[in-house]
């Protein structure tokens, strides 16, 4: 059973910087191996809809929504089977919790928002770690 562990959540001031990290493990086989896997990051913040904030995939490809461009970085480490989230730039819109997601595709995919719902469809996902930026 694959599980994914985020961490490096915590409380940060407007303007700093945390980074999020997330472990995938247990059985992997055949083409569900980490190395094929897109890896995606949401948030979700309290009232409103959960939104996909990165992705990368398995070649290492990221893709990021607008609200985050050119302050967080996705990236990923095959070897230690971990995907990241560097987040700079903080603002206190960014409060919420945040989710990684991934999966091996089983179909070819569309570009950054097919990737996203493919993934919220049929992603394994984490548990979530809690972002809060104060103003």
């Known amino acids: 059973q694959v599980q994914l562990v985020e961490s490096g959540g915590g409380s940060v001031q407007a303007g700093g910087s945390l980074r999020l990290s997330c472990e995938v493990s247990g059985y992997m086989y055949n083409s569900d191996m980490f190395g094929n896997y897109y890896m995606a990051w949401f948030r979700q913040a309290p009232g409103k809809e959960r939104e996909g904030v990165a992705l990368?995939?398995?070649?290492?490809?990221?893709s990021y929504a607008d609200s985050v461009k050119g302050r967080f970085t996705i990236s990923r480490d095959n070897a230690k089977n971990t995907a990241y989230l560097q987040m700079n730039s903080l603002k206190p819109e960014d409060t919420a919790i945040y989710y990684c997601a991934g999966g091996a595709p089983s179909r070819t995919l569309a570009g950054f928002r097919d990737a996203l719902r493919w993934i919220g469809d049929f992603g394994y996902w984490g548990q979530g770690t809690q972002v809060t930026v104060s103003s």
């Open positions: 990368i995939d398995d070649e290492a490809s990221a």
